[in-house]
T-cell receptor, first 113, second 114 residues
Framework: DQQVKQNSPSLSVQEGRISILNCDYT??????FLWYKKYPAEGPTFLISISSIKDKNEDGRFTVFLNKSAKHLSLHIVPSQPGDSAVYFCAASDWDSNYQLIWGAGTKLIIKP | NAGVMQNPRHLVRRRGQEARLRCSPM?????VYWYRQLPEEGLKFMVYLQKENIIDESGMPKERFSAEFPKEGPSILRIQQVVRGDSAAYFCASSPGTEKNIQYFGAGTRLSVL
């Protein structure tokens, strides 16, 4: 029972262009969403988050959009840089146990020079 | 300011042996979480601890697995009588008391059971 789904195992984007990573969820009780970035042999690093009371949050080159009616969120990276090549995980939590992060399987982003 | 420290980074055990994974949270963090990641999957929550207390262990297998976070020293995830299916990456995260959602992760321990 996958409550958080990242349907694209990998994504290849040209350097300088926009990268769009997608995430879908099924649990309507989720009220907080996070994106983490992970390099090989390292732990996940927090990138950006969004509360369900918002539909957009921006931090530098990273913007997260939340569409609650579609139970969908996306991470936009613009412009994409070679150092952005990593696995990106979407995670969610609900108000009841807000410490228990439910994770997607990840999307491997490859930035081509 | 050191981040979350996990050791060992790699651990090899034979079936039936015990595995002990250690985690020191970030300075000032009193909340510790353990997650397990199988190949090609996302992380799965195992347990949430505060100093000397297990708050939620709903993600822990009922047998062979235990966790502690003593008053002094690191948090320990202990796996007794390991089996091949325990082979995975185990990640520890910590957070300050007031921001539970944003968790900061260590580099993980990769357990291989032969």
């Amino acid at each position: 029972d996958q409550q958080v789904k990242q349907n694209s195992p990998s994504l290849s984007v040209q350097e300088g262009r926009i990268s769009i990573l997608n995430c879908d969820y099924t649990n309507s009780m989720f009220d907080y969403f996070l994106w983490y970035k992970k390099y090989p042999a390292e732990g996940p690093t927090f990138l950006i988050s969004i509360s369900s009371i918002k539909d957009k949050n921006e931090d530098g080159r990273f913007t997260v959009f939340l569409n609650k009616s579609a139970k969908h969120l996306s991470l936009h990276i613009v412009p994409s840089q070679p150092g952005d090549s990593a696995v990106y995980f979407c995670a969610a939590s609900d108000w009841d146990s807000n410490y228990q992060l439910i994770w997607g399987a990840g999307t491997k982003l490859i930035i081509k020079p | 300011n050191a981040g979350v420290m996990q050791n060992p980074r790699h651990l090899v055990r034979r079936r039936g042996q015990e595995a002990r994974l250690r985690c020191s949270p970030m300075k000032g963090h009193s909340h510790v979480y353990w997650y397990r990641q199988l190949p090609e999957e996302g992380l799965k929550f195992m347990v949430y601890l505060q100093k000397e207390n297990i708050i939620d262990e709903s993600g822990m297998p009922k047998e062979r697995f235990s966790a502690e976070f003593p008053k002094e020293g690191p948090s320990i995830l202990r796996i007794q009588q390991v089996v091949r299916g325990d082979s995975a990456a185990y990640f520890c995260a910590s957070s300050p008391g007031t921001e539970k959602n944003i968790q900061y992760f260590g580099a993980g321990t990769r357990l291989s059971v032969l």
